[in-house]
DNA sequence: GAGGATTGTCAGTGCAACATACAATAACAT
DNA sequence: ATGTTATTGTATGTTGCACTGACAATCCTC
């Protein structure tokens, strides 16, 4: 069977940089994804050597910001339920990076502490992350910056 | 890697609502992270009954607004990977929604079209997305949300 | 002490992102 | 035309993470 090169009705009109979205663009949600499926990207992107991601670095950080945390409270400030927060303090726990302990006011809670090897891998991260926002905050002045996490912080508080 | 010792604020004392989740505040990738989880966990409990993703939907949406568009195409728009796009129109043709074609022009790709299901599916999810982004932007004038689009725009695009 | 709530745990499910490999097809250089 | 390279869709496997429902231990209230 022979192929003519038939050049019938282009499937999509489709323009070199055609990226239009249609209608949906007026969707925030639909930014928001997108933004921080980006941001995402750049993150794992920026974190290959350090092989942590956001939410790993987060709970290393929010650990380390309140020694003896427990996962509930953890948990709470992170807005995860407590399976997931499970799932992540059980990896980090694997890799060294922190330890539970008992409580001493209550039995049924666990503290949470970085080890040392858990402090090294937060700094190392803290220092990618100020080049991962570095990358971020490039587009937007400081003002703009801080209208947008004041902006961000209405929708998740 | 000598690195001056943060001085960070003393271990924070755990008082009742204490919600602070100190210096990763300022982080701006991190109040992406938190809105993006906020506006997905109200999308879900939007769609409870419709049983869609936010990703399902726009890819719904999208093909909806491009004909016979190819999978890389819609990859591109999506910022996704062939693979992940693969799974998720796979998932979409299981459930009926959309069609694989054969391209005229191009036999290597396919055209993606909605079925009638998939159009009505749709149609429903719109209403849904139309009560979703009203919680969205409850918080916001029309102005911020229109400056919300662009600032996080310029993010992704 | 009994009943109810909280805390952590565990098992299972689903979505989605990634990497890798492969076959078919198209595009291109010579 | 021929061989090379790129593109497209597919298949497979891994990882992360969010959710559900169940369970035991513990705490709190009455």
Same mark, same amino acid.
């Given at each position: 069977?022979?192929?003519?090169?038939?050049?019938?009705?282009?499937?999509?009109?489709?323009?070199?940089?055609?990226?239009?979205?249609?209608?949906?663009?007026?969707?925030? &949600?639909?930014?928001? /994804?997108? =933004?921080?499926?980006?941001?995402? !990207?750049?993150? %794992?992107?920026?974190? +290959? #050597?350090i092989?942590?991601?956001?939410?790993?670095?987060?709970?290393?950080?929010?650990?380390?910001?309140?020694?003896?945390?427990?996962?509930?409270?953890?948990?709470?400030r992170?807005?995860?339920?407590?399976?997931?927060?499970?799932?992540?303090?059980?990896?980090?726990?694997?890799? &060294?990076?922190?330890? /539970?302990? =008992?409580?001493?006011?209550?039995? !049924?809670?666990? %503290?949470?502490?970085? +080890? #040392?090897?858990?402090?090294?891998?937060?700094a190392?991260?803290?220092d990618?992350?100020?080049e991962?926002?570095?990358?971020?905050?490039?587009?937007?002045?400081?003002?703009?910056?801080?209208?947008?996490?004041?902006?961000?912080?209405?929708?998740?508080?």
């Open positions: 069977m022979a192929r003519p090169k038939e050049t019938l009705v282009p499937t999509t009109p489709h323009v070199e940089g055609d990226e239009d979205i249609g209608e949906i663009r007026s969707i925030v &949600g639909f930014h928001i /994804r997108l =933004a921080h499926g980006a941001t995402y !990207r750049h993150f %794992t992107e920026t974190f +290959t #050597d092989d942590l991601t956001q939410k790993q670095v987060s709970v290393l950080w929010l650990i380390d910001d309140h020694p003896d945390i427990a996962q509930t409270d953890l948990a709470h992170m807005r995860m339920d407590r399976a997931t927060t499970m799932a992540i303090v059980n990896r980090l726990q694997d890799r &060294g990076y922190l330890v /539970r302990g =008992a409580s001493l006011t209550d039995r !049924r809670k666990q %503290t949470l502490n970085l +080890t #040392d090897a858990g402090r090294d891998a937060l190392k991260a803290k990618a992350i100020l991962h926002e570095r990358w971020l905050k490039s587009r937007f002045t400081d003002q703009e910056v801080e209208m947008l996490i004041e902006m961000l912080t209405r929708i998740h508080e």
